[in-house]
Every structure is written in C-alpha cells, then in structure tokens.
C-alpha cells in the first residue's frame, strides 16, 4: 500500500514527520518518519493511531444548524449555501447595526501549520473585525527570555547531547519533549546528572537523579539564591559577564540579600540544596537548563524567565556546546512571509483588540463598549482551555450572540454554537510547517479527500468571502496555490537550501536548517542585558506572584495521553489517563482529613470542581496540581479546572495566568 510523507499539526515543539500509509480513501496506518531530521522516527502514542481520530465514527460531516437551546447539543443538517448564507447574513447585519467591532475571531492551536491556523486573519482584516491578542500559551516566557537575550538563539534540543549537566526547570518533557527524553536516559547511561525543578514532579521523577520541588510561583527567588552562591564564592564567570553582558556589576552588588536561607523562605527548597545545586551547576563545564513555560504563566512570569535566563548566562555555558537554555527561542530564521497568509494590508482601521485569555470578559462586555455579537472559532475549544470557564458558558449562552465553530467532534464550546462548520484533519489538506522548538521546517500534501462535506480552514474563509461580497484575488484561489507562492518566495531561512532540501518541502517532509550562533547576541547592544534600561523595572529582582487568599496553590500540568484538548474522541486515551485527579501532599490531605481516591471538591471565588484526590509527595507542600484537560460530561459537577483560573495576566507578554490561582480543598 502506497507511503506518503505528512506531518503532526498539534501544539508541539517537535512538529514530527509522519510516514501515512493509504489506499486513496482511508489512512490505515501512521508511524514516525525515521528520516524526520528532529523525531527520528520517535512519535507519541496519540498520534500512532492517528487513523483512529480521522476515521472516527464520532466526526461532524456536515454542517449544523442549533435547534435547541444552546449547549444541549440538538442539531440538524444543513448545506453549505445555506451555512454561509446565515454566517453572512449575521455579520453583515453585526457590521450595519453595531459596527465591525462587534465580530471576534477567535483561535489558537488546534491546528498549528502556517496557513490553515493563520488564513482567517485575511477575511477579518478585510472586514476590520476585533483583533485577537493571541497570549494563551507562553509569551510571558518569550518576552522574558527576549529582555535579556533579545533574538538571540538558544540550543535547539538536538544539542543537548553536548551537555553535561541538564537542569529541567518546569517541564515535564515526558509529555512535551518527548524526542529530547533519550538524549537524558542516555546521558543518565554516561554518568550526566539530571536535576528536576518542578512544583510537580510527576512522570518526570523517575528520569531524573534529584528532584526539588518548588513552591508555584517562586522560581525566581530559586534562580536568585543560586546566583547569590556563584557570586559569594566567586564561581560566576567574571570575565565572561564583563564582556559579554550589560549590568553584571550593577545586578552583582543586588545580590546580597538573596541569600538560600532566604530563598528557603520564599520556594521551600531547603537552603543546603540551593547551595549545592548552585556549586554543581558552576562545575559543569556545559551544563543546559531545559526550561518549561508553566513557570512562565504568573503574574511574575516574565520577571521569572528574566532570572532564569541570566542564570544560564552566569557560568559562561553559553560559549561551548551543549551549555546555556533549551525551551526558548531555538533561533530559527523566518522561513515564509506569514503576511502572505494573514494579509494585514486589507485591514484599514485598527479593530479593538482582545485578548485571548480574557474571552469572558470581553463577552459580557463593558459599559458603553461595543458588544461582540458574532463570535467566529475555529483551532480552539476555549470552554475547556481558556481561564473562568463558568464566565465563558454565561458569554456564549447569551442568545444575542451569534456563534460559529469549526469542528470535528462534537466539543463542549461546539455545544454552544448556532452553526457548526465541518472541519478537516492534516491528511484532508494542505499546508506548511514551522516547528516553534526546533530549527526545522516542513509541507505536507493532502493525502485523502476529506469526508462527507468537511472543507479545510481555508476553504471555508474562502466561501465565508465570496459571500460577504469580497472579490479580492487572495480568496479565489486554492491552499495549495497559496502553499506554492509561499515557498516560491521564501524569506531568509529558506535562502540557502540544498536541491535535496527543496525537493523535499516540493513533495512533502521536513527539513533541518542550521543551529543558531549562540554568543551572536542578538539585542540591541549586541550583549546580554541583565540590566535592560528600556524596561519598566531595569534591573531584575524578585516579584511576587498574584496569589489568592486561599490556602493551596493551584497548577495545571500536561497529559501524556492528551494535548489540550484534543484527542478526546479517543477513547483508549481517555480511559488509560483516568478520573479528573487533583494531586494533593499528604500532609495538606492529612489535615483535610483526605485519602487516596476520595472524591473531593476545590473551590475558589470563581467556582467549585470536583476531583478524584491523588495523594502523591511528588506535588510541592502547600499546591495541588490538575494535569490534562477533560469534557464536561467526564466531570462530576461539569466544572473543568478553568473553572478555577482567573483572567488576570502575567507581568510581561500579556499572558495567561493560569498556574497562578490559589484554591481550598473539601471532602
């Protein structure tokens, strides 16, 4: 049976290739593409059965009309005319009665290849639509790292079989890093330390050799102490920080009062463990920190990241291979011109901007402010993903608020929607890919036809445009002409391919393109900032997080048998991960009078979930930790843990918050 070349569209760092296996109609099997320059052949076990989600007998096929009441989920059948009829009809009476103010798109990473997530942008510009301010992930994190770094490029995850010392601060790579794992299990083999900094350690406790659990929220005041270390017994790298970076003296002379006792205080990592780890992290000659993004997603994530960074700076490990930071920008070099996809030169007025994290508020809206009363989604299941679910349900249930979802399965956000759109998966389209954790770069061709009445993203804006009257050539043409303009007029990291390397990306698969130059510090000195005077506070210090009043810190950790949202049509996934699980420290459950397996309830000023307890001492004393996301139906009360996440953002990057809530727990 014929073998195409495709690629994984999920949110990922590794943006894996894929080798399908296909008679024409159906996909019958899919495995790692052992010629894949970063998987090697190495996939997850959600996509090994990726043929089991495409052929699902659970798929939308058809558009839908609601004929109940919203989130009952009673719907019929309808054509395509008379979908983008209705579409067309409401937003073109939105834009008459209330202005174009009033239509929000709204997606994220549901599907993350370039033109499929990003061609909506075109149509909403065109119509001048609310802009989405797109920070659900880990911004915070980018504009951290960018304070000190700025474009600078970190190790790309392949390099760490040059380290000699890995530090995993916050991720658990289990779940999303999974082709870095064997460089630690072999590296463990070789006599490589591995040290887990996490406020869960979880899976990720078995790979490593010592793990120090962190109280949510105090990374920084952690990174800080081990600095104070290498600066009081003189293990810093003076030389390299007086003539690679901007402020080392400055930031030196702040360092006093971080002392590890103090720091002790603060993230509950005991001051003897601070000081040794600080000791071994200078005896390392190219000792890497793999940096998560749940540490990030605080109201002092950014200023955490800021710290962590010049961390990695502080030993001079980023001048040999395989030292300095994993996790941020792997300094690839833009690859297409994305303004070919989104088209911001259609947009003639600016559009009131929302963010992403703040969809209940923008829903119920503000005195005085334009009403949104067409909401357009699609790559995004914001009832179970987005912060203060129970705000996002009472927003949607609005019935002045016209609805549309692109979908597969039937979600708990689908529930909600006046029309539902039939979507397509990977194989039924085509596209290119940019991976966010490796310099790599791919296309993929559509290898199927796509079921039933099911069209491509941009297909779909295509038809929505034709219907609100645009005759612009951008929406009269295919993806793959698209896909073809954007490879046929690369941007710098595509200059310099091999014949080889363009055949591929001609028929499909991805390819490698170099490593950045680590000490080609790419700001605007032309140094490391550890003092950047353009900021609002200059010299890093420690902040405080949001915090609550409650007396359990609540963090959301991922799953290994799902992603976001997605792959819950799969029910051998869902069933292996089990219950909604609340991981609890035995001694918060013996205080609370609760064991192992208990049913039990966390509440906040938001709302009330109910859990499973998990009582495990792999969670940090005084945290509770919610790994995955699930359906409501999957939950006792149907509250999800965004129940529990407030709308605040962090301190840089406008990000979410959503390891920052404090809860209380009851039987």
């Not at 998987?39 to 007998?57: D, T």
């Not at 929406?475 to 954007?486: G, K, M, P, Y």
Request: aromatic residues 8%; glycine residues 10%; charged residues 20%.
């Amino acid at each position: 049976m014929p073998i195409y070349k495709s690629i994984c569209p999920y949110d990922c760092p590794t943006t894996c290739g894929l080798l399908v296996e296909s008679d024409g109609a159906q996909i019958t099997k899919v495995k790692g593409d052992p010629d894949d320059p970063v998987c090697a052949g190495l996939i997850c076990r959600k996509m090994q059965r990726y043929e089991k989600s495409i052929h699902s007998p659970d798929r939308i096929l058809t558009p839908l009309k609601r004929t109940g009441n919203k989130r009952e989920g009673r719907f019929e059948s309808i054509s395509w005319d008379e979908a983008v009829e209705t579409i067309t009809g409401k937003w073109k009476q939105a834009l008459d009665d209330y202005g174009p103010d009033s239509i929000l798109p709204f997606y994220y990473s549901g599907v993350m290849s370039l033109i499929q997530r990003n061609c909506g942008d075109a149509l909403f510009n065109k119509m001048g639509s609310c802009q989405l301010i797109k920070t659900l992930c880990s911004s915070a994190k980018s504009a951290g790292y960018q304070c000190v770094m700025g474009n600078t490029g970190g190790l790309d995850p392949r390099e760490l079989a040059d380290s000699d010392l890995y530090l995993v601060w916050g991720s658990n790579m289990k779940a999303t890093r999974l082709q870095s794992m064997p460089d630690l299990v072999k590296g463990r083999k070789q006599g490589k330390r591995v040290i887990l900094i996490e406020s869960f350690a979880g899976e990720m406790a078995q790979y490593s050799d010592q793990v120090l659990l962190v109280k949510p929220g105090t990374d920084g005041a952690l990174a800080l102490a081990m600095m104070h270390v290498l600066v009081k017994e003189g293990l810093e790298d003076t030389d390299f920080l007086q003539n690679e970076a901007i402020g080392y003296a400055e930031f030196k002379d702040t360092l006093g009062k971080y002392t590890p006792e103090w720091a002790e205080t603060v993230c509950g990592v005991p001051a003897q463990d601070i000081s040794e780890l600080a000791r071994e992290y200078s005896a390392a000659f190219a000792p890497a920190i793999i940096l998560g993004s749940g540490n990030s997603r605080y109201g002092n994530g950014g200023m955490t990241v800021r710290l962590i960074t010049i961390l990695s700076a502080f030993t001079g490990a980023w001048q040999r291979p395989g030292g300095g930071l994993c996790g941020c920008n792997p300094g690839m070099r833009e690859c297409i011109d994305a303004t070919r996809i989104s088209r911001p030169d259609l947009r003639e007025r600016a559009g009131r901007k929302v963010n992403i994290n703040q969809l209940a508020m923008a829903l119920k809206g503000e005195e005085g402010q334009t009403p949104i009363r067409c909401l357009h989604i699609y790559g995004s299941n914001p009832v179970g993903s987005v912060s203060n679910q129970l705000g996002i349900e009472q927003g949607l249930a609005d019935p002045e608020l016209f609805t549309v979802v692109h979908e597969r399965f039937m979600t708990d956000t689908a529930r909600y929607a006046d029309i539902i759109l039939p979507a397509t998966f990977s194989v039924e389209q085509s596209d290119c890919y940019s991976a966010y954790g490796y310099c790599s770069f791919g296309a993929a061709y559509k290898i199927i036809p796509a079921p039933g009445e099911c069209k491509s993203n941009w297909d779909i804006f295509c038809r929505l445009a034709k219907g609100m009257g645009f005759t612009d050539s951008h929406f009269q043409r295919s993806e793959e002409d698209l896909l073809a303009e954007l490879l046929d007029n690369p941007m710098a990291g595509l200059q310099n391919l091999t014949p080889v390397q363009r055949e591929v990306l001609k028929t499909g698969g991805m390819i490698s393109l170099p490593f950045a130059e680590h000490t080609d510090w790419q700001t605007p000195s032309r140094k490391i900032e550890i003092i950047n005077k353009s900021l609002k506070d200059p010299v890093p210090h420690y902040q405080e997080c949001h915090g609550g009043s409650y007396s359990l810190r609540l963090i959301a950790v991922p799953s290994t048998e799902t992603l976001n949202s997605v792959f819950l049509e799969r029910e051998e996934l869902v069933q292996s991960r089990g219950p909604m699980y609340l991981d609890i420290h035995p001694d918060d459950a013996a205080v609370r009078s609760i064991a192992d397996g208990d049913s039990i309830v966390a509440y906040n000023d938001l709302g009330e979930v109910e859990f499973t307890a998990r009582v495990t001492p792999q969670v940090a004393k005084g945290a509770v930790a919610a790994a995955g996301i699930f359906m409501r139906r999957q939950s006792g009360n149907g509250n999800l843990v965004n129940t529990l996440h407030h709308e605040r953002l962090s301190d840089m990057g406008e990000a979410t918050t959503l390891n920052d809530n404090t809860v209380e727990v009851r039987i």
